[in-house]
């Protein structure tokens, strides 16, 4: 996430050419005529100039289709903010063993020392469960090892051979980013396609195509191995198949809670779902339809799940 979203600050910087605000020239910049090249420094800009590239930067994060919980807010900061959750919660989860409460963390300094000394609790076991998950299944055709990623051979038309291309090039830090750097890591495309739509927002039409291939691809490969073991998109797909009116299910926009919605089946023609999201009066206005085979809605391409499944942060 930090790399891709400085990046695109930093460029806009570039193509802005900012200067600094009278009042902190001297006093802080130390140069009248400096201009603003690193994010870190925008708070020095007038707010005019920061208002201008503020809303760049919200226009290159929706072109990019990064999610955030409020609409105006940055990607990164977010990012940031659910990481220092999740650390405290892990600190809350292990002081038990540690003896240390958060409440007792004065300094910076200390939190970061007892997230090393939980990490290194914890880093025997997770060794272990990396051990027995190593043995990659018959569908993983993606290895992921340090900044490489290898694609083994694979069943495909010559457009979705183009779009996975595509797909590792633009997309492959999602899979870079999981596990250990230099342990090999291996994928399914449909793992991949999950990590896609979980990072980012599928009503981009061109990420929502990335998306819907790598599903398509991992299918038929998946029908030329004989004995490949079920995979949970594969349990979800017989879920779909099984679908009656009046059934519930969950539609994750985004991870956000507002975007999780529960809708009801008001039929199913065997080709086509129509659902009405739960409490919404049934017009054609509010339905909203799904492929009845894969179960993604139309045109969006966004997953159907059991309700349930899906966790928001803010839980």
């Known amino acids: 996430m930090r790399p891709i979203v400085v990046g695109y600050q930093t460029q806009i910087l570039q193509e802005g050419q900012w200067k600094v605000r009278d009042e902190f020239s001297e006093r802080i910049a130390g140069d009248k005529e400096r201009v603003i090249l690193d994010p870190k420094e925008s708070y020095l800009m007038s707010e005019e100039d920061f208002s201008v590239f503020n809303n760049r930067c919200q226009q290159a994060q929706a072109e990019l289709g990064l999610k955030v919980e409020k609409e105006g807010n940055c990607a990164l900061c977010e990012a940031e903010h659910f990481r220092i959750k999740a650390e405290h919660a892990l600190i809350d989860a292990m002081a038990p063993i540690t ?58 038309t010559t457009a979705e051979g183009e779009t996975v291309k595509l797909a590792v090039q633009s997309f492959g830090h999602l899979l870079k980013a999981q596990g250990l750097f ?22 981009n039409p061109r990420t929502a195509e990335v998306v819907r291939a790598l599903r398509v691809v991992h299918e ?16 979800r797909r017989k879920w779909v198949a099984a679908l009656q009116v009046g059934d519930e ?9 507002k975007d999780i919605l529960r809708m009801k089946v008001i039929s199913n023609n065997g080709a086509t779902l129509r659902l009405l999201p739960i409490g919404c009066v049934d017009t054609s206005q509010n339905w909203v339809m799904a492929d009845a085979h894969h179960g993604w809605t139309v045109p969006y391409h966004i997953k159907l799940v059991p309700p349930g499944t899906t966790i928001s942060p803010n839980n």
């Open 182 to 203: 230099l342990d090999l890591r291996h994928f399914t495309f449909a793992e991949f396609a999950e990590a896609i739509q979980n990072a980012y927002s599928i009503v």
């Open 249 to 257: 299910v969950e539609v994750p926009y985004s991870l956000a809670a």
């Open 99 to 156: 003896k240390i409460e958060l409440s007792n963390l004065v300094f910076m300094d200390d939190r970061k020392k007892l997230l090393d000394l939980i990490l290194n609790l914890l880093t025997p076991y997770v060794a272990k469960a990396r051990e027995e998950n190593a043995v990659p299944t018959a569908l993983a055709f993606l290895t992921v090892h340090g900044h490489n990623i290898a694609v083994k051979e694979y069943q495909a």
């Open 220 to 235: 038929r490969n998946a029908a030329l191995i004989p004995g490949a073991p079920e995979s949970s998109e594969d349990k």
